[in-house]
C-alpha cells in the first residue's frame, strides 16, 4: 500500500510538472495589425484540454498573420485570434483622417471601435443643406498621435463607395468622428 502511494504520488508529481511551449503576446496587437517576430514570446504552460494555444514550434508560421482581435500582451496566442484576410477588405478602402481635438471624442478611440464620419462645413458646422453627404458608418483599424499640427490621424475602414468622398472630406478636414454603440 504505501508502495502503490508513493508510486502514484512520484507519478502526480512529474505529470503536474510537465509542461509545454506556446506562444504568447509580448506587447499589445491592434486588431487588422499583422504579427511581428517581436510581438510573440515563449510561455510554458501546463496541458489543458479546455486551451488550445499554438504551440511555439509553429511561431514562423503565425508570423505575418492578421490579428482578427485585438491581441493583449500576456494573452495566449489561438487560431481563432488570427486571419489571413489583411486590410482593406475586398469592397472596402482604408482611409487616414486627421481631425482637431474638437472633432474627436476625448475618450481614445480602440482598433475596431465602430464610428460614424460625419461631414462637417468650414467652422465645424454641420452640413446640413440639401444635397450634403451624409454620415458615414465606418471601424477605426488605428489611431495615431497627435501631430505637432494638433490633428490625430485615425485609420478607417468605409466602403469602397464611400471612400473617395471620406477622403476628400478628409483631406479638407471637414469630417468629425462619432464613436456610436457596438453590437
Given at each position: 500500500m504505501v508502495v502503490l502511494g508513493a508510486l502514484g504520488a512520484t507519478y502526480l508529481a512529474t505529470s503536474l510538472g510537465q509542461t509545454s511551449p506556446v506562444i504568447a503576446i509580448a506587447?499589445?496587437?491592434?486588431?487588422?495589425?499583422?504579427?511581428?517576430?517581436?510581438?510573440?514570446?515563449?510561455?510554458?504552460?501546463?496541458?489543458?484540454?479546455?486551451?488550445e494555444p499554438i504551440p511555439y514550434v509553429d511561431r514562423n508560421q503565425v508570423i505575418g498573420l492578421v490579428a482578427a482581435t485585438t491581441l493583449k500582451p500576456g494573452s495566449l496566442l489561438t487560431r481563432d485570434a488570427l486571419t489571413d484576410q489583411r486590410l482593406p477588405a475586398p469592397g472596402q478602402q482604408l482611409i487616414g483622417v486627421g481631425v482637431p481635438p474638437v472633432q474627436l471624442p476625448a475618450t481614445p478611440l480602440r482598433a475596431g471601435d465602430d464610428v460614424l464620419l460625419?461631414?462637417?462645413?468650414?467652422?465645424?458646422?454641420?452640413?446640413?443643406?440639401?444635397?450634403?453627404?451624409?454620415?458615414?458608418?465606418a471601424t477605426v483599424v488605428q489611431t495615431g498621435a497627435p501631430g505637432t499640427d494638433g490633428?490625430?490621424?485615425?485609420?478607417?475602414?468605409?466602403?469602397?463607395?464611400?471612400?473617395?468622398?471620406?477622403?476628400a472630406r478628409a483631406a479638407a478636414g471637414l469630417i468629425a468622428i462619432v464613436v456610436?454603440?457596438?453590437e
Open positions: 506587447r499589445e496587437v491592434p486588431w487588422g495589425q499583422p504579427l511581428t517576430a517581436a510581438d510573440l514570446v515563449e510561455a510554458r504552460i501546463s496541458a489543458d484540454p479546455a486551451l460625419v461631414p462637417v462645413a468650414a467652422g465645424s458646422v454641420p452640413a446640413t443643406t440639401e444635397g450634403a453627404a451624409s454620415a458615414v458608418e490633428l490625430r490621424v485615425v485609420d478607417v475602414l468605409v466602403d469602397a463607395a464611400d471612400g473617395p468622398d471620406v477622403a456610436v454603440a457596438g
